[in-house]
């Protein structure tokens, strides 16, 4: 078992080297219909998933992925884009304090971030940064990395951080370390109203999203389900609908409701 | 949770899918395989020309009196069914006839033939010298068979005398009022004929025939006692013939040239018989049986192995039939001959190397194929990662809440592009 296991991780590692260079990607006017149709979905999904939902707060989500590359924090921040554009207030906190990226979807600064406040080295609104992209969409960095980033995320400081921006904003997405390489994300989601795992298809395998899943269980967070990213064969079905509905004048109103803006593109 | 992916079976419809996913490569490792196996199969064969024909005899019991019909009617196999067919076919196949074959009618091997190396310089001495001792044994035999036909002719010729002169003696007998037909030896004993003798001249006459009728019977008995004699001679020759025989037929079958030889025979000939029923217009054929014999020698372009061996065929296979076959009850002898009518000794196999071709290009292709699926129905049973979305629902028991598609490099480049331009007009 132990040898299958090895040549399960170096298979892994192989393939993630392939997308280790892969850049940023935020949904934009160029982006095909099938993609934001997916995201779309997934937005709709979440809404509906998330238990008791209080009127008068947000909810926290937790996005958390098995290992590195599945492709968590492209998909956290662009659900928290999709969340934003539909009138809604999102915050997009970055909690990988090890290794966090959210900052250059927005080009922006790492520091100050999470890891300052959660030190006592910065104020909320320092860190509290609005996007340029969308009014409703903000961020908060990562921030300085920290030698103990779980005992950190895993302190009341984090628990009250989370509250607060619950009851600023309609949506906390949170973005946290593979669960099986580190463990900060067993730390936050018990914290989160619900837990979302990413995986990518034909790189994650499925034992490793079920002891993700298990390890998320036994620390008591609440999973909503699964994601798969870098679906090739899903792409496929939707361009079929995309086809549809670009026919059917569907897809003119796609774009206006992705961008909030009243004037479509001349393609 | 993780007993359960490991121990879930491969159904059918995943088997299917798996197939139809990878049919392009499954269609190239089949072209693939037939290729390959088609290259083996002209390598294989190609130059491998056999040269040969088919001969045909017929056979039927025959009677000993040829003015009578002797034509059988019995069904497909003639008059011999078909475990007398089998039986036949065996004798001429093994070895014993072989040897025939190679002999070619002679009960002994050529000398200094079959022999070759200096090493073997003792063993063809003593070959030789077996042959020769076998060859003495054979020529006094048959010297003295000869004798024995010249002196059965001589009794023969005899005892058609005897008959003449026993009818000659019997009419003058007859003519006389002695007591019955049966002339008796003693006759000139008796009182009458002493004592009529004198008087009557035809008593001179029957004297004279019965002289000449005892004399023959005399002389045709020693005849045959001397027959007997050499009969008894000959068995005697024939016993000791038999074992100088036997001792340098083994002696020659020790030897490598005779074992190559044996070989060669049965490599190259190959009997059956007709085992169909024949056409029903040709109900002629209903009344026969059929053997059948295949030459085929490999790579005698010059053909003059092939048409010695057939030559031999036609020469010993009659024979062998005629001296081996059952007779049916009825019948006094087997006739065999042959039908054929072949020009002689011709390619046999002209299309070995095109239909080889087309039988390895095929098992090859096919072979491919199945070992193709086989590993890859293994790789894709092991491969655990997560490839569909039903693998979410089946294995982990959570919903799934979506699916992103792939997102190409070209898009990302360009938002990139376009972030950067963007920013550069900012500034």
Redesign the interface.
């Known amino acids: 078992m132990k040898f299958f296991d090895e040549i399960?991780a170096k298979k892994r590692e192989k393939e993630a080297k392939k997308l280790h260079h892969?850049?940023?990607?935020?949904i934009?006017k160029?982006?095909?219909f099938?993609?934001l149709e997916?995201?779309r979905?997934?937005k709709a999904?979440?809404s509906v998933?998330i238990p008791n939902k209080d009127v008068n707060k947000g909810a926290a989500i937790t996005f958390t992925s098995s290992y590195p590359e599945d492709?968590k924090t492209t998909?956290t921040t662009n659900i928290a884009l999709m969340f934003a554009v539909s009138d809604t207030k999102v915050v997009l906190l970055d909690a990988d304090i090890r290794k966090g990226r959210v900052a250059k979807y927005f080009?922006g600064k790492s520091t100050p971030g999470l890891s300052d406040y959660l030190s006592g080295l910065a104020t909320l609104d320092e860190i509290l940064r609005p996007s340029d992209i969308n009014p409703n969409l903000f961020y908060i960095a990562c921030g300085t990395h920290s030698p103990r980033p779980y005992e950190l995320l895993e302190s009341d400081k984090m628990t009250q951080l989370i509250e607060e921006l619950k009851t600023r904003f309609n949506y906390v997405v949170i973005d946290t370390p593979p669960v099986l390489l580190v463990s900060d994300a067993l730390a936050v989601a018990p914290k989160t109203d619900g837990t979302?795992?990413v995986?990518?298809?034909?790189?994650?395998?499925?034992?490793d999203?079920?002891r993700s899943?298990?390890s998320l269980q036994f620390a008591k967070a609440n999973?909503?389900?699964?994601?798969?990213?870098?679906?090739?064969?899903?792409?496929k079905l939707?361009g079929g609908y995309q086809r549809f509905y670009s026919s059917s004048g569907y897809q003119y109103a796609s774009y206006e409701y992705a961008y909030g803006s009243t004037e479509p593109d001349e393609e | 949770m993780s007993e359960q992916i490991q121990t879930e079976g491969l159904s059918l419809t995943n088997i299917f899918k798996l197939f139809l996913s990878k049919l392009k490569l499954l269609i190239l490792v089949l072209v693939c395989g037939a290729i390959v196996g088609g290259a083996f199969g002209f390598i294989r064969t190609n130059g491998v020309n056999y040269y040969g024909t088919r001969l045909e005899f017929y056979i039927n019991p025959e009677t000993s009196d040829d003015s009578v019909n002797s034509e059988s009617t019995y069904g497909v196999y003639g008059a011999y069914g078909k475990h007398v067919m089998d039986n036949m076919i065996k004798l001429l196949s093994s070895e014993i006839f072989t040897e025939k074959l190679i002999l070619n009618g002679s009960p002994l091997p050529e000398k200094d033939k079959w022999v070759n190396t200096e090493s073997e310089t003792e063993v063809a001495l003593d070959l030789n010298t077996k042959i020769d001792a076998a060859q003495v044994e054979v020529d006094s035999y048959n010297d003295k068979y000869e004798d024995l036909l010249a002196l059965t002719k001589e009794k023969n010729d005899l005892v058609v005398l005897y008959n003449a002169a026993y009818e000659e003696l019997k009419a003058v007998w007859q003519s006389y009022y002695f007591e019955g037909d049966t002339i008796s030896s003693s006759f000139n004993e008796t009182e009458y004929y002493k004592n009529n003798y004198d008087e009557d001249p035809k008593y001179a006459s029957l004297q004279e025939k019965f002289n000449t009728w005892s004399d023959l019977n005399e002389r045709g008995n020693a005849k045959a006692n001397e027959i007997k004699i050499m009969q008894d001679d000959l068995s005697e020759m024939r016993k000791v013939r038999d074992d100088k025989l036997n001792v340098a037929l083994s002696a020659w079958r020790q030897t490598a040239a005779y074992k190559d030889s044996l070989y060669k025979f049965r490599e190259s000939v190959s009997f059956s018989y007709l085992e169909d029923d024949a056409k029903a217009e040709d109900a002629a054929d209903l009344a026969r049986s059929f053997i059948y014999v295949s030459i085929n020698v490999l790579g005698d372009a010059n053909k003059t192995f092939a048409e010695d061996l057939m030559a031999r065929i036609q020469v010993q296979v009659p024979d062998y039939v005629e001296e081996n076959m059952v007779i049916p009850s009825g019948y006094s002898g087997t006739r065999c001959i042959e039908i054929t009518t072949t020009s002689g000794i011709a390619l046999t196999n002209p299309s070995y190397t095109k239909d080889s071709v087309i039988k390895f290009a095929l098992l090859g292709g096919v072979a491919v194929l199945v070992l193709a699926c086989v590993i890859l129905v293994i790789v894709d049973s092991s491969d655990k990662r997560v490839r569909s979305y039903e693998q979410i629902d089946r294995y982990l028991k959570v919903p799934l809440l979506g699916i992103i598609p792939s997102i190409d490099e070209e898009k990302i480049n360009a938002w990139h592009e376009s972030m950067k331009n963007s920013k550069g007009e900012k500034n």
């Not at chain 1, 892969?22 to 935020?26: D, S, V």
């Not at chain 1, 995986?199 to 034992?207: A, D, F, G, T, V």
């Not at chain 1, 999973?223 to 792409?235: F, H, K, P, Q, R």
């Open positions: 399960k892969r850049k940023e990607y935020l934009n160029s982006t095909p099938n993609i997916a995201f979905n997934l999904s979440l998933s492709g998909v080009h979302v795992v995986c990518r298809q034909n790189l994650s395998y499925i034992s999203v079920q899943i298990s999973i909503l389900g699964v994601v798969v990213n870098d679906s090739a064969t899903m792409g939707f």
